[in-house]
């Protein structure tokens, strides 16, 4: 998008099933649980020349990470409705109806001080 221009970037968008595993018990048996959020979305923009202005190192597994040098703005949003999320035990079984009407969940990467 914008070809030859100082906000030039790749953008795109990709359908996911996000799958979560909640940390405090959700039912009153305490199994673990795996809830998958099938109507959710990863969002990217890679921008090709607006530099970056935080600082991002990370390394993983004591390997340091290639990161992209310029400006990005990744988001993975996961939405709720009726029959999502999907809770299950480790067998597969159903642990009861979680959805909820019109819930919405994000999480940001930026590696400027600007969204």
Partial sequence: MNRGNDDELYAFDI???KITRPVTPITTSNVAAACTFSNSMLKAELYTK???TLNDTESVGGIRTNRWPYKVR???IAASDAGNP???DLSGNSLGDFSAQGGECGC???NTGMR
Wanted: proline fraction near 13%; hydrophobic fraction near 40%; charge should be neutral.
């Fill in 86 to 88: 999907k809770c299950v």
């Fill in 108 to 110: 940001d990467y930026v």
């Fill in 15 to 17: 359908p996911i099933a």
């Fill in 74 to 76: 990744i988001e993975q």
């Fill in 50 to 52: 607006m530099p970056k």
